[in-house]
Nanobody
Framework: VQLQASGGGTAQAGGSLRLSCVLS????????MGWFRQAPGKEREFVAG????????SYSDPVKGRFIISRDNRKKTMCLQMNSLKAEDTGAYFCASKINGMAPTVEREYDYWGQGTQVTISS
């Protein structure tokens, strides 16, 4: 199983970035997926999650209303559209998947992780 995250980079505050995560090696429609992030000196935190069928979606409070998570099972891809970016959105962003199709908010409940992609927002 492999998760490959991409799309990170540098943006100005108020700008947008779009992250992608490709899941390979498994039947993607059996996996729930999520995004987590880790700022320097802080613990990794939940950002957004989406169930295998895309029906149930959740966001952390800091990103609610600004970020949009989506998935395309035919392309085995999950995306995170990040709008109205803030300096506090800076960090390494990780995608993760869970075998039973759910998308919990707790890091330890995920089964597989990608390598992370860096997002840096300048104010």
């Amino acid at each position: 199983v492999q998760l490959q995250a991409s799309g990170g980079g540098t943006a100005q505050a108020g700008g947008s970035l779009r992250l992608s995560c490709v899941l390979s090696g498994v039947a993607v429609n059996l996996h729930g997926m999520g995004w987590f992030r880790q700022a320097p000196g802080k613990e990794r935190e939940f950002v957004a999650g989406i169930t295998w069928d895309g029906i149930w979606i959740s966001y952390s409070d800091p990103v609610k209303g600004r970020f949009i998570i989506s998935r395309d099972n035919r392309k085995k891809t999950m995306c995170l559209q990040m709008n109205s970016l803030k300096a506090e959105d800076t960090g390494a962003y990780f995608c993760a998947s869970k075998i039973n199709g759910m998308a919990p908010t707790v890091e330890r409940e995920y089964d597989y992780w990608g390598q992370g992609t860096q997002v840096t927002i300048s104010s």
